[in-house]
């Protein structure tokens, strides 16, 4: 996905984002009550020898918590999004470039970086569930920033066709007011776009891209480290919420944090607009206990409801997502993230109001007691505070009347917007992922009901191909559909999936194999999957894993510069689908690759841990097999202690590049020499004359040198005519653009005395 929308800031918060009760018995049937039974002893059905304790964790949907809005930035890579740039033999990079042609994608030379600009505190929730959340605290207005030093974060897809549903961010560094004395700055543990839906409900007769999506990442801040020489930090004049913050997590070995942060509002189609790549951010920050997962909320969930019937709109949209919710028995609130649950009339517009309402009223589903409402043209939840929305409840009847019905959103005018699910089911662990041919992965998963943990319930697993596999030929799915297996579980008759049951702690444990899927796609590397798990008895929950097996490749003994399994092979595809590594090494270029400096840089940036911002983003697209490959070859003693020596097939492709080189300089020349008015400046013009004359010599002596050795000079392939603007053959002076113009000193400066 290349991230999503944005309208300006000011513009945004404007917009804004009975006594009976019924409990469960033992039987699992609701029956009336009168309080006695203890939330802390529910036990749900089916758990019998199993621990009744709840065992709540702590998310950001708990007190204390800062919220902060503002825009982000996502100067996404999209040469690599397109099945057809894989293909070596018909790529252009100058098509790429060349945007006005008509070729390329939105932003061909991204560097892939993400970060957050403008973004702000907005508002904090005190620890004291009695404290209204406020905007007083000396942190609102503060800056929320994601760069530490020189380095951004960098947003990156483990395979094209995943792009717009699971692009991972990785290694970014977050805190307030990191340029100056900042309290605190952690980094994001690495995390997957989630619950991606298209947020805007009209979209006209406009493309249906990502600028009209929404998603949500939710992670941790591992690593946290606060300064306590900031003012905000400070014990009279600081941040209330900030010490709050900082004396909780001394409490505990482990310095982590909660975030989750919802994107949207993404400009990606007018390049002129002073917004191009920006969208907008809402979140909120607070608590991680140890044993809180990282990437969901292990409380319950409204989603829209799924079933026949309900209502979308002429482009299949829905009005709703999903939205996590929490009930606090102790502190006595109903806590709703909706930050990333509500649709928008349009995407300069604000709330779906035909399909919403004004107001959202909150309630349970069988006695209809009231939880609270939200107005969507003026709560401050929705324009101060993410979306995350409060509930003080009464007493403990309400809690115990939550606590055992199911709850639900209405309009209203009594539609039913958002439904409570029965069974949750999240992996516990990060649910995108790569593989090898050979690799084992195991992935828990945590089943909730309710709130609570879930035993003994029947969960069906099943490795399927993407929905369309387009790119994976029909007469290859039943080789490809062998690239990854389920090894445990029990078998499902007449299917390939299996049955897991949770065990007394609501998890269970999925354990795959992966093998060589064959090269399905041809051009692309690999096979994708998504795994489907689904309750017996509700399939409700549409989601999935995913995961990308990389078809086998045997490590040489000597790896070599040319050949099939030559480096020349390996690195030539990524110079192509990641310009942007053009400003630093021409990965196509022999004598680019194996100066000394770029040896150093190589070896560094593949070798790095795979979550740091440094790591190179074609490393991210290398098997196992081809990034060792590589590191092997830049190693050895070819390259290493001497100058890297030439074979003959080398020596043919340079010439050919020499020719291409020349060639491509000649139209530059000419077009400036033809810009001199005749008559005038006669010094110049036959000066500039005698250099297009002698690229002209150049490149027929390559041309001869070529023949004499053995090769063909090739004038007629398709990439031999430049296209201007456009970079020059090789990958030489990746810096330099070369473009047609009359004669002046910039020219001559700039482009001709390079």
Known sequence: MRLQCFIS??????????????????????????????????????????????????????????????????????????????????????????????????????????????????????????????????????????????????LASVDFELEHMTPIIYGMTIGLDVHKTSPFVGRMDAAPCKNVWHNVWDVGSGPDTDQFSQGSYQSVLVNVTWNEQS???????????????????????????????????????????????????????????????????????????????????????????????????????????????LSRSSFNGGWNIDQLGRVLNIRTRLSGRPIGSVHLESSDCLTQRAGVCEFQ?????????????????????????????????????????????????????????????????????????????????????????????ITNGKDVENSSAKHFESDCSGTFTVEFETADPGNPRQIVDGEVYQVSYVPEIDNQCFTYLYARVFDYFEVPDTPHWHGERGVEKILKLYDNLFPVMRKFVALSDFFSVTKPWNVHFLNLSMTLDEWQPGYMPVTRDLS????????????????????????????????????????????????????????????????????????????????????????????????FIPIFPGPMPGGLHPELTLRLAPLSKNLLQNVFMV
């Open 393 to 485: 409840l009464a007493s403990q009847d309400d809690i115990y009347v939550i606590d055992n019905e199911y709850v639900d959103v209405y309009s209203e005018s009594n539609d039913l917007l958002l439904r409570e699910v029965d069974h949750y089911i999240r992996p516990i662990e990060r649910y995108v992922n790569k593989l090898d041919a050979g690799d084992r992965w195991t992935v828990r998963f945590f089943v909730n009901q309710r709130g609570h943990k879930a035993c003994a319930h029947t969960v069906r697993v099943e490795v399927q191909l993407l929905p369309s596999h387009y790119y994976t030929p029909a007469d290859k799915v039943d080789r490809a559909l062998k690239g990854l297996w």
């Open 9 to 154: 800031l000011t513009a945004f918060l404007t917009l804004s984002l009975s006594n009976a009760w019924l409990w469960t018995g033992d039987d699992g049937v609701y029956k009336a009550g009168t309080g006695q039974q203890s939330a802390e002893t529910y036990q749900t059905r089916g758990c019998d020898g199993c621990s009744a304790e709840i065992d709540q964790t702590v998310s950001y949907l708990d007190r204390p918590r800062l919220h902060f809005v503002g825009l982000y930035r996502a100067d996404v890579m999209t040469a690599n999004n397109v099945y057809h740039n894989f293909n070596m033999s018909s790529f252009s990079l100058v098509n790429q470039l060349v945007k006005k042609l008509g070729y390329g994608d939105f932003n061909p030379e991204g560097s892939g970086s993400f970060n957050f600009q403008d973004c702000f505190i907005t508002s904090v929730c005190p620890e004291n569930p009695a404290t209204p959340c406020t905007t007083e605290d000396t942190v609102v207005g503060r800056p929320l920033e994601s760069t530490s030093g020189h380095t951004t974060g960098k």
């Open 624 to 719: 196992r097999g081809k990034k060792e490959t590589v590191l092997k070859w830049l190693n050895s003693a070819q390259i290493v202690g001497k100058k890297a020596a030439m074979d003959l097939e080398q020596l043919k492709k340079s010439l050919q590049t020499a020719i291409e080189v020349e060639h491509s300089t000649i139209p530059l020349y000419l077009y400036a020499l033809y810009s001199i008015k005749p008559g005038s400046n006669v010094k110049a013009y036959k000066l500039i004359r005698s250099v297009v004359i002698e690229e002209m010599v150049h490149m027929t002596l390559a041309a001869n040198i070529l023949n004499a050795i053995g090769g063909d000079p090739d004038f007629v392939h398709n990439k």
């Open 231 to 341: 003012p905000l930090l400070e014990r009279t004049s600081g941040s209330q919420i900030l010490r709050s913050l900082k004396a909780k997590l001394d409490d505990t070995p482990y310095s982590v944090l909660s975030i989750k942060f919802n994107v949207d509002h993404y400009q990606q189609n007018n390049e002129s607009d002073p917004f191009f790549l920006y969208g907008r951010v809402t979140g909120s920050i607070g608590l991680a206990s140890i044993d809180s997962p990282k990437y969901f909320v292990r409380d319950r969930v409204l989603q829209f409801d799924r079933k026949p019937g309900v209502p979308v709109n002429a482009y299949g949209r829905r009005p709703t997502n999903v939205a996590p919710f929490k009930v606090d028995t102790k502190a006595l609130l109903a806590v709703f993230d909706f930050g990333n649950a």
